[in-house]
């Protein structure tokens, strides 16, 4: 059997990332017994669950070189949105005087809503009126933020009842179905991405906008499409993180957006569009988780995890910029 010496470069650099993350896992067992556990492993994937799910859509914005800040801002709106149509009744009418009882799904799917706006005022910015996904998408996250505060008078929305926050707190045997959702997710984007034709719009968009327009690709369309999804599932997040805290709040998911576009970097998205896997995005989220909770098991400030997620992104980006030139 001959090898080839570039094959075997290719195969190394493609699954680069997952044998940075298998050393991660192997240096943080070795310095913390209480690391390689089930119960801390389940952890890590449940604390990162709202995050995983904001990458994905991340993830399918960046691949159209385009980018969306308002991921953290439309799940802190949703969570106050949602929470607010289902507390306990000492709490409920304080945003809603003379509401009645709202079922738990009528408040998911207003959450969603909130999204499913928001995502369609990104794509038209973006697509339609032309403005940079930067700008666009920066303008939605303040216009989102502070519908959140004068919304909820910059008050939590405590007091959640059970039949929400099941939503989120629920196990399917030993697995939280918080965790389950992002697995089915996972798979419906990877489907998505690698077996439809949505999918290879969007790495020809991302690839050369102006080949996917001569190829016939409706490029406004396309892009409606991912900014869409992309708010829907920040949307769904915050949700999940009102059902887990039973509380919906302002400022929930405070720098999430940062933490979507560094896993995409790290697993591979590039920042010049056209490039990018479903599970180079999810173990660049995982990589942040471990690193994240292994510092907090060896006693590391938090703070020190804002400088390392800095230097990653960094470091990232560098390799992004240093690979595109090489192949242009």
Known sequence: MKFEKGSIKRDLSRY????????????????SRNFFTYTNITNIFVLESARAIMTIGMGLVMITKGIDLSVASVAALASVISGSLVQEMAYSGRLFPGLGYVPAWAALLAGLAVGLLIGILNGWLVA????????????????????AYSYTNSF????????????????????PVIIIYVAVLAVIAWIILNKTRLGKRIYAIGGSESAARVSGISIEKTKMTVYIISSVLAAFA??????????????????YELDAISAAAIGGVSMNGGIGTLGGMMIGM????????GMLLLGISPYYQMIL??????????IDLRRTLKTN
């Open 16 to 31: 680069t990332i997952y044998f940075v993350l298998l050393g991660l896992v192997i240096l943080m067992s070795a310095l």
């Open 309 to 318: 997620k800095g230097i990653i992104i960094l470091i990232a980006v560098t």
């Open 128 to 147: 339609y009126i032309k403005l940079p996904p930067f700008i666009a998408t920066l303008g939605t996250t303040t216009i989102a933020v502070g519908v």
């Open 286 to 293: 995982l990589i942040l988780g471990v690193l994240n909770n």
């Open 156 to 175: 939590p929305v405590p007091n959640l009842r059970g039949d929400f926050k099941i939503i989120a707190q629920a196990s399917i045997g030993n697995v």
């Open 238 to 255: 915050g949700i999940l993180l009102a059902g887990r805290s039973g509380a919906g709040n302002s400022i929930l998911a405070k720098g």
